[in-house]
């Protein structure tokens, strides 16, 4: 049971179909407590045939398809470093963009990264 999530907040845009992986999504609920402020999920799961997906050289390997990222809309920059800052001294994954911050659990050696 998530505290500050509902499941139906990470179904795919394009499908409706939602695979996230439960360890991850614990572990986000965890990220949201440490922050303090609720979060708006713009993207969670993500079928292969989701639009993102399918432009990709391998579609329906990335984490969004794996259940194991998401994408939290941001709106200053106080609450875009907060993320930021938990998220990484957590292992987190983080891509930051202007309007949301990825985070992501990959098994690799954790990324960060921004969009331009």
């Known amino acids: 049971m998530l505290k500050h999530f509902r499941l139906e907040e990470f179904n795919c845009?394009?499908?409706?179909a939602n695979?996230?992986?439960?360890?991850?999504?614990?572990r986000l609920d965890?990220?949201?407590?440490?922050?303090?402020f609720p979060f708006k999920i713009?993207?969670?799961?993500?079928?292969?045939?989701?639009?993102?997906?399918?432009?990709?050289?391998?579609p329906g390997?990335?984490?969004?398809c794996q259940g194991i990222a998401a994408d939290?809309?941001?709106?200053?920059?106080?609450?875009?470093?907060?993320?930021?800052?938990?998220?990484?001294?957590?292992?987190?994954?983080?891509?930051?963009a202007r309007t949301f911050v990825h985070v992501d659990a990959r098994t690799t050696t954790p990324v960060l990264w921004t969009y331009g």
């Open 13 to 16: 845009t394009h499908t409706n």
């Open 30 to 36: 965890e990220l949201r407590e440490k922050c303090g």
């Open 72 to 96: 939290i809309a941001v709106s200053n920059g106080v609450e875009r470093m907060n993320i930021v800052h938990e998220a990484l001294k957590m292992g987190f994954s983080v891509g930051v």
């Open 42 to 58: 713009t993207s969670g799961y993500r079928d292969a045939s989701h639009p993102s997906e399918v432009v990709k050289a391998a």
């Open 19 to 26: 695979e996230m992986d439960e360890a991850f999504l614990h």
């Open 61 to 64: 390997t990335g984490t969004h």
